[in-house]
């Protein structure tokens, strides 16, 4: 983050790609969803659009809003919260896009796994579709699969989905609504000397002993703030900054525009960086690209990997697989993760774009290795 950005509403003011999480007990009241509440908040992101940001959400409440439709009281085995989400999903995206229909804004629904941020193959696939969905200015309403994963495979809180999809989308700034007002150097509610910390610059110990349980008053939710630090932590390694902040009353993103209270969590690097970092160093290849020297000079430049640029290609690779791109003189040139597996790269190396569904019988997107799936391994002339 640039080192003027050192108050919450400075970087949302600058961010580009914000994700937005919004827990249940903000959402759901009572008597299902608060939808005044509601429509105030998609008039925020509305406004945020409108300024040429992109926004995504990660939302709760499926599981509130279907216990209520099921009628289902008390604890709830995992088979039952499973379909109380399988009920109370309809009844979520219903009520989203009816808060953003008056701003001509079709919302679209991401349901993830742990799994989906796991493996490469499908975390690709995720942020294919994040991608899409921005290009055609539509709002990703991601939220967990909760009607299929289990205790092995979930995330276990939607601060964390929330961190996960700042990473997937690629995202400046993680904002979290919350029930209180920021990080606080002890448990508000407990203690009347608490003080909140309106910029905290590493997550350390001290921090993390301070994050106090979940909030049992709000009746709803399985997060407190132990688990919104854990996913700023998160989003901090992936290079966005987080801003926890209240939620409650109407309006929350416009007041924080104005000034509010909140607590600002400052990422540890930016997002290209810590991306290129995971895949130039982490990761271990799994084939090799051999491309011309156009190609060369083009990824050089910034570029991304086309078809028409592959010469040949070695090794037995997926897709979502890391590769190196190799020079004609063979020096490599880059680390990326590849959009074709091996077998399909061989019937495509060397042609045209256009030419990949005739060949392949089904469209992908034309990029052998996306730009920003790349990691150089030769300095930009």
């Known amino acids: 983050m640039e080192t003027e950005n050192r108050t919450a509403h400075q970087t949302l003011a600058r961010a580009r790609r914000i994700v937005v999480k919004v827990g ?3 959402l759901c009241g009572a008597d299902g969803v608060r939808a005044a509440w509601l429509s105030s908040l998609a008039g925020d992101i509305a406004m945020l659009r409108g300024e040429g940001r992109e926004v995504v959400v990660v939302t709760s409440g499926a599981i509130a809003l279907g216990r209520r439709r099921l009628r289902l009281d008390g604890p709830l085995r995992l088979d039952e919260k499973q379909a109380a989400s399988a009920a109370g999903q309809a009844a979520l995206v219903e009520a989203w896009q009816a808060a953003f229909a008056p701003h001509d804004i079709a919302v679209a629904q991401i349901l ?5 941020t796991e493996d490469r193959r499908r975390y690709l696939n995720a942020r294919a579709t994040f991608a899409t969905l921005l290009e055609l200015a539509a709002l990703p309403l991601v939220n967990e699969n909760d009607t299929i994963a ?3 495979i979930r995330y276990g809180d939607n601060d964390r989905l929330a961190a996960h999809a700042a990473q997937i989308a690629g995202a400046e700034l993680l904002v979290i609504l919350s029930d209180i007002d920021g990080v606080y150097d002890a448990d508000p509610r407990r203690d009347a000397t608490a003080r909140r910390l309106p910029l905290i610059e590493h997550i350390g110990p001290d921090i993390i002993a301070a994050a106090g349980g979940a909030n049992a008053g709000a009746g709803v939710g399985s997060g407190g703030m132990a688990s919104k630090i854990a996913a700023a932590g998160i989003a901090a390694a992936a290079g966005a900054a987080t801003i926890i902040a209240p939620g409650t009353e109407d309006h929350p ?5 104005d000034g509010g209270p909140s607590t600002l969590i400052l990422a540890a690097t930016t997002a290209e960086k810590a991306r290129r970092q995971w895949i130039g160093g982490r990761l271990k290849p799994q084939g090799e690209i051999r491309i011309d020297a156009g190609a060369a000079k083009a990824l050089l430049g910034g570029a991304s ?5 592959v010469v040949s290609v070695a090794g037995e690779f997926q897709r979502g697989d890391a590769v190196l791109a190799v020079a004609p003189d063979g020096a490599a040139v880059a680390q990326g993760l590849s959009a074709y597996g091996a077998s399909e790269l061989r019937l495509i190396a060397g042609k045209r774009s256009d030419e990949i569904e005739k060949l392949l019988g089904y469209r992908r997107r034309p990029a052998v290795i996306e730009k920003d799936d790349l990691a150089l391994r030769t300095a930009a002339p």
């Open 24 to 26: 249940s007990a903000l």
């Open 112 to 116: 993830l796994t742990l799994d989906d």
């Open 150 to 152: 289990t205790a092995e």
């Open 253 to 257: 993103l416009k007041r924080l525009l």
């Open 305 to 309: 990997l086309l078809p028409a640029g």
